[in-house]
């Protein structure tokens, strides 16, 4: 069930939310060089590498690591406000829709993150797809402290439930969550 819904509510959601695509790709495009689309590998279902998309919120040519451990320099002024609505987090839905990632699950890392892929590989975290959005996301806990992420992934795992996605995603909709700790 959680796949169809995921795959329905991405299609839905990626032609509902294509004006706004739009609208924030031009605004990337014109605020700073670079492309508006961000193309960047990460760690998947059963440590399965993919290519997860994003709206561009740092310069280009910024340091290829996590959000908490790039200086927020390099973070575009529009980015902040991306980053803030969350809006740079709609090409995901791309990724869901191609069954890469959830709308709700653990966030997905990238490759160099050897102590997050560890703390997560002990915990199997990976069993399930990477999401847009989860409870470690909105309450705060990010990748700069790794056991504490795969233990919130892990809770999250066993206990989750359709209805429990939805208030997830409704609560990262409104706004809820501070996301990574990126340095502003």
Known sequence: MKRAFDGLAAFAGLILLSPVMLVVAIMVRRSSPGPALFA????????KPFICYKFR????????AGSHEVPGSWVTPLGKKLRAWKLDEIPQLY?????????????PCLPGQAEVIAARRKLDVFSVRPGITGPAQL??????????????DRGYIDTRTFWGDLRLIVATALGGGAGDAARY
């Open 95 to 107: 990724n869901v829709l191609l069954g890469e990632m959830s709308l709700v699950g653990p966030r």
């Open 57 to 64: 919120t740092m310069a280009t040519g910024a340091p290829v």
């Open 139 to 152: 309450f705060g806990i990010d990748m700069s402290t790794p056991d504490a992420l795969a233990k919130a």
């Open 40 to 47: 960047q590998q990460r760690v998947g279902q059963g440590e």
